[in-house]
């Protein structure tokens, strides 16, 4: 190794133990943690090693729930904000007077903290003795019967919880994509024009895969961020999220090792195993889509 070389491993030394000491080492740990059965934390014991701890969170129907809430989480929200999103983008872009006020505008959400917007969702969703919310109100406008979003049933905090995730992600999304398209030569559209090209092709052909790489990050990130999601659905039902049937499975694993069933950590460290493998699992997917569809 020459000396450059030996130069650039010491520049990479100091990541390269943060890495080390607080992502590789816990991942590590946990693990192995989910294979001792009965581990005690207190006293550092447990009485056996194996697979009872996968078998009992994968026949736990608290996880099972969560499971479910994250993947309809996952599902809807991902592909809806960053279609909006792009939506949304391209339309400032076009914008040349304003637009910097547009985009400051749409990106206040993201600097709000989340417990406060969550709030703001709950005044406006929720159904309470004194008033039915700013929502069911336009609801009864519109000849429709109020409903509960927040204590009522399992459809309505599902579609609250998938807005409230569009709401707070999209800021963002919006940000990277208005960067994106702003990068792309006007060249090519000069071109397509002397062509006669129309609108929508340019769009299709041009606009797109020029700015592949960016949504390719937005949606890898946002499958990430999507499973780990835990905070919204706190900030909207509180934190007795298994009695809301609204947990997800970061959220399991909390209250696995915080919670009132709280005190588990070898079952807590399965179901983050778990979800390791499945974000891991759609993250190699999605790089394999990529090959085909993203233009570097």
Known sequence: ????????????????????????????????????????????????????????????????????????????????STGLSLLISAGLNSIRKLRDLFQTIYFLPYVTNTLAVGLVFMILFQKTPYSD????????????????????????????????????????????????????DETYYNAARVDGTPGWRMFTRITLPMISPSLFYLIITGFIGAFKSYSDAVALFGTDLNAAEMNTIVGYVYDMLYGNSGGYPSYASAAAILLFAIVLTITCINLLVSRKHVYY
């Open 1 to 80: 190794m020459d000396k450059r070389g030996k130069k650039g491993w010491l520049y990479l030394l100091p990541a390269g133990l943060f890495l080390a000491c607080f992502m590789v080492y816990p991942l590590i740990d946990v693990f192995i943690y989910s294979f001792e059965e009965g581990y005690n934390f207190a006293s550092q014991t447990f009485f056996g090693v194996g697979w009872y701890n996968y078998s009992y969170v994968l026949h736990d129907p608290y996880f099972l729930q969560a499971v479910k809430n994250t993947f309809i989480l996952v599902i809807f929200t991902v592909p809806i």
């Open 133 to 184: 919310g700013l929502v069911n109100m336009l609801l009864n406008w519109l000849g429709m019967s109020s409903v509960d979003f927040i204590d009522g049933p399992y459809w309505a905090k599902m579609f609250v919880l998938c807005f409230y995730t569009v709401w707070v992600v999209m800021p963002f999304k919006i940000l990277i994509l208005t960067g994106a398209l702003a990068s792309v």
